[in-house]
C-alpha cells in the first residue's frame, strides 16, 4: 500500500497558477503510474492527469496546454502546476497511486475566484 499526503492548495486568482505537491511513502517500488483527479461540489470526480512508471504522460482535454504533471524520484513526490487556473478548476484535488491496490490521498482544495 501507497501513503499519499497532498498539500499547496488554496486561493488563486483567476489567471493565477498553484503547485500541486504529493509526497509518497511505503510501497513506492510497486507504483504503475500516479495521477491527479479532482471533484467539484455536486460532481464525480474525474480524471486530471496521469503519469506511468515509464513516464507516459496523459491529460484531460481541460487542462491541456494548462497542468503540467511531473514527478521527483529521488523525493518519491508527484506535482500537478497549474497554471490559467479558471474557476472551473475549481475543487478538491485527489492525488492517486495505482500498485496491486488504488491508493488516495485526502485531498486538497483549490479556489479559483476573485
Known amino acids: 500500500q501507497v501513503h499519499l499526503v497532498e498539500s499547496g492548495g488554496g486561493l488563486v486568482q483567476p489567471g493565477g497558477s498553484l503547485r500541486l505537491s504529493c509526497a509518497a511513502s511505503?510501497?513506492?517500488?510497486?507504483?504503475?503510474?500516479m495521477g491527479w483527479y479532482r471533484q467539484a461540489p455536486g460532481k464525480q470526480r474525474e480524471l486530471v492527469a496521469t503519469?506511468?512508471?515509464?513516464?507516459?504522460?496523459n491529460y484531460a482535454d481541460s487542462v491541456k496546454g494548462r497542468f503540467t504533471i511531473s514527478r521527483d524520484d529521488v523525493e518519491n513526490t508527484l506535482y500537478l502546476s497549474m497554471n490559467s487556473l479558471k474557476p472551473e478548476d475549481t475543487a478538491v484535488y485527489y492525488c492517486?497511486?495505482?500498485?496491486?491496490?488504488?491508493?488516495w490521498g485526502q485531498g486538497t482544495q483549490v479556489t479559483v475566484s476573485s
Open positions: 492517486r497511486a495505482d500498485t496491486w491496490i488504488t491508493s
Open positions: 503519469v506511468t512508471a515509464a513516464g507516459s504522460r
Open positions: 511505503g510501497s513506492i517500488r510497486s507504483i504503475t503510474s
